[in-house]
Each structure stands twice: as structure tokens, then as C-alpha cells.
């Protein structure tokens, strides 16, 4: 074959490899400066810099907005707790109980945790977006599209028949609250070199799992008895 046209065959490629190796690039300082500053807090300009481009609209041309970056990041990461999710989902058994469907929520970003390494990024990311209006809830959306995760929220619902509708979103929100913020402080702590409660992941993930078996089966107090409190 003659060479000049294989140098034209091989021009695309080259050209999909350097795009992708920036996109990467791109996605791997955002996650970080927006882990490190908050999303408000950080510019495209600064993203670009920080992933070696010189070019500012870098990260307007890969991504889009803001929000899309953001998108892609989480989806980045969503992939891999996806498919332990998947895994510890078939792995249930006939007859599984609610700590059984606390522990399918908590371990697969666990262990998606413990296999990015450190110093991590991605727990102080999530954390940061909370607080966010205007980009709070692409987390949560990209996680409602997992079958797996839909199939750990049925099995949520089923473990607490008797929970009213109303209480059981509330807490839901608050057992969302406390993996991300749980995850946050642990992973601050771990690249701040900082003590930390728990010696690994694993411990941290099982700690983790009986507060939430707590909260979610916690009694629940009716309005009246409420106002009557002291």
C-alpha cells in the first residue's frame, strides 16, 4: 500500500487519540479544582490550564457548558459503581433484608473509591455539587437512569412496607447526604495526610451501612406528637 495513503488513513486517528487524551485531560483538572474550590469557584479558563491547554475555549469546545461538563464527569465515574452495583444486586439472595440493600447502595461507590487511588477526587467532588442550585441534582438524575440503582431503591421500599411515602423521601435524602459527605470527609482527610476514624475504605463503607440500616427503620413520630415535645 502506498504510504501517503496510509499516512491519510492514520491522520483520523491520530487526530481521535489527541482529542480524546485532552477530553481527558480536561475531565481529570475539573474534577479536582471543582473538588478542591467548589464548581461557582472554578472558570473554563482555569480548567484548561490546569489540563495543559493553551487554548481557554478548550473546554467550552469538548464539553458544552458547565453543566455538561459536569455531566460527563460523573457519567466518567457512574460507569464503573454501575456495574458493581450490577454485581452485588445478582449476587442477593432469594429473601434479602433491608441492611442487605443498605450495603448495595453504600459498597459499590466504595469500592469505585478504592480502586481511583490516592489522593481521590471524586468524594469531595460530589460533595461540592450539593450545595450547588444550579447543578445539585445531575448526580442523582445520572444515577436514576442505572437499572441496578432503580432495582436497590425497590428493594429499599419493599424492606419498609409501613414507611409513609412522605418520610421515606425525606430520609432517603438524608441517607444521600450522609454517603456523600461521609465519603467527602474521608477522602479530605486521607490527602490532608490527617487522621482518619476509620483505617480503610472497607471499615468506613461497614460503619457507614449500620447508620443507615438505623436511620431508614427509625421510628417515626406522628405531627401531634411532635407539637407535643418539651
Wanted: proline share 6%.
Amino acid at each position: 500500500m502506498d504510504i501517503g495513503l496510509l499516512s491519510l488513513m492514520a491522520a483520523p486517528t491520530a487526530r481521535r487519540e489527541r482529542a480524546d487524551a485532552t477530553r481527558e485531560a480536561i475531565l481529570a483538572a475539573a474534577e479536582r479544582l471543582f473538588a478542591e474550590h467548589g464548581v461557582s469557584a472554578v472558570s473554563n479558563r482555569q480548567i484548561s490550564e490546569a489540563a495543559g491547554q493553551g487554548n481557554n475555549t478548550a473546554v467550552g469546545y469538548h464539553f458544552g457548558t458547565k453543566a455538561d461538563l459536569i455531566r460527563a464527569i460523573v457519567r466518567r465515574h457512574n460507569e464503573a459503581v454501575e456495574r458493581q452495583c450490577q454485581q452485588m444486586v445478582a449476587r442477593l439472595g432469594p429473601a434479602p433484608v433491608l441492611r442487605d440493600w443498605v450495603e448495595c447502595l453504600v459498597y459499590p461507590l466504595v469500592r469505585h473509591l478504592t480502586e481511583l487511588g490516592e489522593p481521590g477526587w471524586y468524594a469531595r467532588f460530589s460533595a461540592q455539587l450539593m450545595p450547588d442550585p444550579a447543578h445539585r441534582d445531575i448526580a442523582s438524575e445520572e444515577s436514576l437512569t442505572s437499572a441496578a440503582v432503580l432495582r436497590i431503591i425497590e428493594g429499599l421500599k419493599a424492606a419498609l412496607p409501613g414507611l409513609p411515602e412522605e418520610v421515606r423521601a425525606e430520609r432517603n435524602a438524608m441517607a444521600r447526604t450522609l454517603i456523600v459527605h461521609t465519603f467527602a470527609d474521608r477522602e479530605r482527610a486521607v490527602a490532608a495526610g490527617a487522621p482518619t476514624r476509620h483505617r480503610d475504605w472497607g471499615t468506613a463503607a461497614a460503619a457507614l451501612t449500620d447508620a443507615l440500616t438505623g436511620l431508614l427503620q427509625a421510628p417515626v413520630t406522628s405531627p401531634d406528637q411532635r407539637e407535643e415535645q418539651p
